[in-house]
């Protein structure tokens, strides 16, 4: 249990610090990288994974909930090597992931706390933690998630199966994929865990003319990605 929380904890958080601080880089007024664009997002996001599963290696570096319910659904014994797939450990990978997104997400706002205090849209500082759809249609938006959390967790699964050598470098170019093709109508929250941690943090801190955390929506980036994961696990069994 202490492996499970202190890799998951640290890898999340760091998967966070860096992806949150992407968004942040090119939507928040007055910083360096103002104007980046998607392709910078998309790219920061693959980045962050790629660095967050390095830190995570020694408990398979899920990282992720749609990960973690998506190697349960595969029939897997073990959740990494030594690691059984139990109720205790399935509990303690969701928890470790929640608690990481939080801390990450509040870092983020240490590290541009200037900037938020500046920015007047509110839909801007939300973006930054959460994500939203460009065109709000609850069901549609739903499908988005699944269908983009279904090729994360089903391309990660045939990872293992396959011999490759590019290790980490494999699951962050991945979500570049993902974002570049697939984030357009959602910003591709693709984990329940990323998109509820921050947005926790969102509604607790302090930011002048942060608005509201747009809870009715908040179910689409979990749901989505939790149903994405399970269908890929499953899904995974035929591909030996």
Wanted: charged content about 10%; glycine content about 16%.
């Amino acid at each position: 249990m202490g492996t499970i929380f202190l890799y998951e904890i640290a890898g999340t958080a760091v998967l966070m610090l860096l992806g949150v601080g992407v968004v942040a880089n090119v939507v928040l007024g007055k910083t360096k990288g103002n104007g980046g664009g998607w392709l910078l997002i998309s790219f920061g996001w693959g980045l962050a994974v790629f660095a967050g599963v390095f830190v995570a290696y020694k408990t398979g570096a899920h990282l992720n909930p749609a990960v973690t319910f998506g190697i349960w659904a595969s029939g897997a014994d073990e959740y990494a090597p030594g690691i059984a797939v139990t109720f205790g450990h399935t509990i303690a990978y969701l928890a470790a992931e929640m608690i990481g997104a939080m801390l990450g997400a509040f870092l983020a706002w240490a590290v541009y706390k200037k900037h938020y205090d500046e920015e007047k849209d509110a839909g801007n500082i939300l973006g930054t933690f959460s994500t939203g759809p460009e065109l709000r249609s609850y069901g549609w938006n739903f499908v988005t998630e699944v269908v983009a959390t279904f090729v994360l967790v089903f391309v990660i699964l045939l990872f293992g199966k396959t011999p490759h050598e590019l290790g980490p470098l494999a699951v962050g170019l991945l979500v570049v994929a993902i974002g570049a093709s697939l984030g357009g109508p959602t910003g591709y929250a693709i984990n329940p865990a990323r998109d509820l941690g921050p947005r926790v943090i969102h509604a607790l801190l302090p930011i002048p003319n942060k608005g509201g955390s747009d809870w009715a929506y908040s179910w689409v980036p979990i749901a989505g990605p939790l149903v994405g994961g399970v269908v890929a696990g499953l899904a995974s069994q035929a591909f030996v």
